[in-house]
């Protein structure tokens, strides 16, 4: 089981709530092009909190050489896996040349991963769609695979829709082009020898354990995000671990007390972190008042620890 990377969303704030929840679930950085890395803040864009391993590093880009060093910087920062993107949708990173559009050159991304392996001793993944636009044959993403597996990399995270490089916004690419998780399953009995990870549109855990008995692992996205008590039974559940012993008041303290710790060290808005939290009383009595306390933007400049739990009574009152 693992949580998806999701732009905007996933940063090292949201990661430290989620591994409160699971403390075996792989967590995803947010895409981070090689661009930002080679040219930018390294610190701003790898820092992350002790707390979140396992956690792995996804990274945007085409170009080998710069593949292959912003690898090693991430391994040098102790991420646990390098993972490659290969689909997004969106203008921006088309304009890029990364992302989904990399799957129309797989000798490319062949070569991307090859130097990436290379430099570096973790695990180098690639994440990526069935096709692009309408082209859905199985053939296509066979051969992507295929291609990409002989340049050393043993485990792909694949999105079952098709990736539509025009006429949808990123939004739209995950709603609109159809499911088809039969491709996926495909791909595991014809390269029975790769890792095959799962992911779009599973929201219950009936699903994760029909997507399990066919391939190796399930990644979640917006679900886990809009719904993060539901990783609380991850642990029991897909690891054979203790479950979460955490409630969700307990939860709660334990973000008060980082987000007063983030404060402190580099001046970060308690509603930076707080925006993660807005799900996790999702689908309890007293959840609509509980989400526009904490995103009521004048206790943005409170001390976070001012903003405590609504106790029982009050959420039901608030209900």
Same mark, same amino acid.
């Not at 949808?168 to 491709?183: A, F, H, T, V």
């Not at 559940?237 to 203790?242: C, K, M, R, S, T």
């Given at each position: 089981m693992s949580v998806a990377p999701m732009i905007d969303w996933t940063?090292?704030?949201?990661?430290? !709530?989620?591994?409160?929840l699971s403390r075996h679930a792989r967590l995803y950085t947010e895409m981070i092009t090689t661009g930002a890395l080679l040219h930018g803040d390294v610190e701003r864009h790898l820092r992350f909190n002790a707390e979140e391993h396992p956690v792995a590093l996804q990274l945007g880009g085409s170009e080998p050489a710069d593949l292959a060093r912003c690898s090693k910087l991430g391994e040098q920062w102790g991420y646990d896996e390098i993972n490659l993107n290969c689909g997004c949708p969106s203008e921006r990173v088309q304009r890029g040349a990364f992302g989904a559009c990399l799957m129309a050159e797989p000798r490319l991304v062949a070569d991307g991963v090859k130097a990436m392996c290379d430099s570096v001793s973790v695990p180098v993944?690639? =994440?990526?769609?069935?096709? #692009?636009?309408? $082209?859905? /044959?199985?053939?296509?993403?066979?051969? !992507?695979? *295929? $291609?990409? +597996? %002989?340049?050393?990399? /043993? $485990? !792909?995270?694949v999105h079952a829709r098709n990736a539509w490089l025009q006429g949808? /916004?990123? =939004? %739209?690419?995950? %709603? #609109?082009?159809? @499911?088809?998780?039969?491709?996926v399953h495909r791909l595991k009995r014809d390269f029975a020898s790769l890792t095959v990870i799962i992911n779009g549109g599973l929201t /219950?855990?009936? &699903?994760?354990?029909? &997507? @399990?008995?066919?391939?190796? *692992?399930?990644? #979640?996205g917006r679900e886990a995000y809009h719904n993060p008590w539901w990783m609380a039974s991850w642990d029991a @559940?897909? !690891?054979?671990?203790?479950p979460c012993a955490l409630t969700r008041e307990a939860v709660e303290e334990q973000m008060l007390d980082y987000m007063a710790r983030a404060? +402190?060290?580099?001046?970060?808005?308690?509603?930076? #972190?707080?925006r993660h939290m807005l799900g996790l009383?999702?689908?309890l009595p007293g959840a609509r008042r509980w989400r526009q306390v904490w995103s009521d933007y004048r206790l943005k400049p409170l001390d976070p620890r001012a903003v405590r739990p609504l106790a029982h009574g009050q959420q039901q009152q608030a209900a």
């Open positions: 940063d090292r704030h949201c990661r430290y !709530f989620h591994r409160l993944t690639v =994440k990526h769609r069935i096709g #692009i636009d309408r $082209t859905e /044959s199985y053939d296509f993403v066979r051969d !992507f695979v *295929g $291609t990409v +597996a %002989e340049a050393g990399c /043993s $485990t !792909f995270i949808l /916004s990123p =939004k %739209e690419n995950r %709603e #609109i082009p159809p @499911l088809r998780y039969e491709l /219950s855990d009936a &699903q994760v354990r029909e &997507q @399990l008995a066919l391939v190796d *692992g399930v990644m #979640i @559940l897909y !690891f054979g671990a203790v404060a +402190a060290e580099d001046g970060a808005p308690w509603y930076a #972190i707080a009383r999702h689908g």
